[in-house]
DNA sequence: TATGAATGAGAGTTCATTCAT
DNA sequence: CATGAATGAACTCTCATTCAT
């Protein structure tokens, strides 16, 4: 009958991953609105009803596939910055920006789903919150450079601070992911450059650079 | 029963502001999808078919949103440059960027309309042909200044700088608002001590400051 | 203002031929359900509330074409039939026949508009009260006829031939209408031809009769 | 509360043919336009977005309607001639004629949907491809017939007269619908004798002319 | 005489979601 | 474990029609 392959039973987690990953898709190219459940099932290869019983509605898958990239995504950028743990701090940076503009690039579609300030939508929070969770990562390593350095910086200039990395560093990837040609070290080079350096500095010709 | 204010006759021109004010109010707090063209009508104070009369359609009236609002933003930001056009670079970018917050703080509903990256909209088009706009005069102020300077600055090593500089404005602009206490000023000052002064030089607690 | 055309006042008549026009355009080309009262009105070059003023709704408007074409039809057959009084059945057939054929050939959209057998319409009364008036007409040539001819046919059957031939002549001032190259008066002939000599059999009572 | 019986959980044949019956009737009663899904969905027991699923879109189901109906019109047409194969032309048109007022007869709404002309409608094109295939059918008679009679008949006629005769069926089929009391049979009858006494004339070259 | 301003009512269509099997 | 069948609710958009001037 041919649908061997669709009726064949496949364990929970195999399921469940086969549908989170349709639902990145679709989100991501879409959105969440436009993206429809029917679409997403059709991806995954199952009937609706099981992705509901899965994954229970649109706003919790949404808040799955959110859950899972972000984790793989702060896994990433956490791991580049362990490695150079016993580094000074703009290494540090250099690391951790190296590593996001990395998964971004290798993973356009997350990073899709990830980007966006989806505003009005049901679950603002869960974004904000993974989005902060990042933030907050950011401004500890500021924070600890700033320590080091011995420079005078408030706490609430820490976090505009690392609202503004975090910005710069989101249209950075959305730019590069979106313009042929452009690596993601090259991505994270100029990154360093802008944000370490400062562009008073660059007119200058004093560059920063890696390694 | 009130209904004297709802009944008149108002010309034209009036009425598609309120239509307009009240769309970007909308589309600001729940995004393009989940506003509805019910809810809109009803805040303008009119009846939907007078929406569709004057506007179009649901998305003509989100390009009309999103063409009024970039429009004033644009126009205040360049004001702002101009203002200070015998000016060093560093001053022009200080204007520009002081001019923007200031509007952004002063008009949160247009600057939610507008800082979304929608992405599977039907006028994502619309959407970032602003922000491309943007983006392309902030390029303008940094080729600028670096051919002042002196620097070697490649033309997309500029377009990346001007990416990054307009991440970081919008990132920090949709903190501000949403965080208490900060003023336009002092989030300006912020960004332009991280994009001009770089991290780097603010740990050493070398700031640049306006004035 | 260049409006000075468009603002003249213009006595009733001519405004109200102007609309009747209109209409009649639209009904023709889209239908009743698709024509809307907006279209008309600016095909008219008025308001749409004078169309109501002069005309009361679109259901009265459309009886008006249906009567005012229904009517110039008429006419047009009864003149030619009336010019051929005194000639023998066949003649006066004939007359009447080229006489609808021209009259069709020339006012297209008046036959677009007369001919549909549009059945749900609220109007569908008024359109068959006019088709019976032709039918009636087509009968009592008939009736003569077989007066005249001594055959035997009974008024029913005269009710059905004139049926028939009437389908038949709608039927072929469409195709005629739509088909390239074909004259009102080759429609004419030809129809001639498959009623009258089958008519003109009949009148002998030369009857086909089944099994 | 008798709704068992909506409750009722029908494959999807069965529904189809059950969405399709209601549809038929509507656009019978109301023509397209005037029909709303609304109406189709309850006269035919389901929820409105369950004859969206299955038939797609108004136009759609409209179209379904035709091909349907018109199909088995053919078939039932084509049928009768087929059983008079062997018969000469004259009692193969009548098996044909039979046929077609029988089955007008016994499918009042199927013929009602079938017979008019929609001018405007988004599928005027469907519903005369139906017709020209009919039309086409009986060229095909007609050029036989007038082949084996020998008479000189040009291409352009037997389309000509092909259109007449159908003409004057539809309108007959409907006056015999809507007069009470008249059979498929007689009125078969009539139109034999209106249509073949003269076609008989035509075979033999006997034409009448004008002037 | 003529119109710009305004609306009530309803159309087609879509979608997330749930039974019953 | 998995699904075909089915729907309530909501949305965008259109149209005939009427005030107020």
Redesign the pocket.
């Known amino acids: 009958m041919g649908d061997a392959v669709?009726?064949?039973?496949?364990p929970?987690g195999v399921?469940e991953r086969q549908m989170v990953d349709a639902a990145v898709r679709c989100f991501a190219r879409q959105g969440y609105q436009a993206?429809?459940?029917?679409e997403i099932a059709e991806l995954a290869g199952?009937?609706?009803?099981?992705v509901?019983?899965y994954l229970g509605?649109?706003?919790e898958l949404f808040t799955a596939c959110i859950r899972r990239e972000a984790g793989a995504l702060l896994g990433a950028v956490a791991a580049g910055v362990e490695g150079a743990a016993d580094l000074p701090p703009d290494e540090r940076l250099w690391a951790g920006l190296l590593a996001f503009f990395t998964y971004a690039a290798e993973h356009p579609d997350a990073w899709l789903v990830l980007s966006p300030r989806t505003q009005g939508e049901p679950f603002a929070g869960e974004l904000a919150r993974m989005r902060d969770e990042v933030v907050g990562f950011v401004a500890g390593l500021i924070g600890e450079a700033a320590g080091e350095g011995g420079g005078v910086v408030t706490g609430r200039d820490v976090d505009a601070l690392a609202q503004a990395l975090a910005g710069s560093a989101e249209s950075l990837a959305t730019w590069a992911n979106e313009t042929p040609g452009v690596t993601a070290k090259e991505a994270a080079a100029t990154l360093m450059n802008f944000a370490w350096a400062g562009l008073g500095n660059l007119m200058k010709s004093e560059r920063w650079s890696p390694r």
């Open positions: 669709r009726t064949r039973r496949l929970r399921r993206a429809s459940m029917d199952v009937s609706k009803p099981l509901y019983l509605s649109k706003e």
